[in-house]
């Protein structure tokens, strides 16, 4: 009977590609959770503001009918108006700075969020990159990249130095392939 084998999820481990993989995912997850919970707590921030927006109107209209009920001439009216108008405007105010200060406080914790985000997500990748170069299938490649920054450094060089890289690539191609077109 064959026995199956068991990735370990052991992400501690270095080289671990499986694990590595995880601690990325794990870091995009986090990242887009943490933004939902920030974002459900920006919108019951202005929704409290809001309510109490519609309170202090409430209160103003109230003291509105309160007055034009206990007002006997334009006088009492008018003084009247100017107590409801003061409180209104004052409480105005009031939720206008607290609406300032949640935007401030909402954007610093926007701005360190998305900087924790981009420490763990760099950190996570890098673990994910430096075990994927352990791994066997990676060799090919990082020979591939290393002949590839060669041939632009080569190119580099020929751009520089037009004459020479003419020369040097007749000179390989010649010795490489029996002439310049491999005959």
């Keep these: 009977m064959a026995t199956a084998s068991r ?14 993989a995880f601690d990325t995912y794990r870091a995009n997850t986090s990242a887009a959770l943490r933004l939902l919970v ?4 920006w919108r019951e921030q202005l929704l409290k503001l809001e309510q109490r927006r519609i309170a202090r109107d409430r209160e103003a209209v109230e003291g509105l009918l309160e007055s034009l009920r206990t007002a006997r001439d334009w006088t ?12 209104y405007l004052g409480a105005s105010t009031t ?3 607290e ?4 935007a401030v406080q909402g954007a610093s914790t926007w701005s360190d ?7 763990q997500w760099q950190e996570a990748c890098a673990g994910a990159q430096a075990s994927a170069s352990r791994a066997p ?4 490649m990082r020979e591939w990249m290393d002949a590839f920054e060669r041939a632009m450094s080569g190119a580099a060089n020929g751009a520089a130095h037009p004459g ?3 020369g040097a690539a007749r000179a390989q191609g010649a010795s490489a392939g029996g002439g310049q077109h491999g005959h």
């Design 7 to 20: 990735p370990s999820f052991d992400a501690a481990s270095p080289g671990n590609a499986v694990g590595a």
């Design 38 to 41: 920030g974002q459900q707590q």
């Design 76 to 87: 009492d009216f008018a003084v009247a108006t100017q107590s409801v108008w003061r409180d």
């Design 95 to 97: 939720l206008w700075q």
């Design 99 to 102: 609406g300032v200060a949640a």
């Design 113 to 119: 969020s998305a900087r924790d985000f981009t420490q």
């Design 137 to 140: 299938g990676a060799l090919p």
């Design 164 to 166: 020479k890289a003419a």
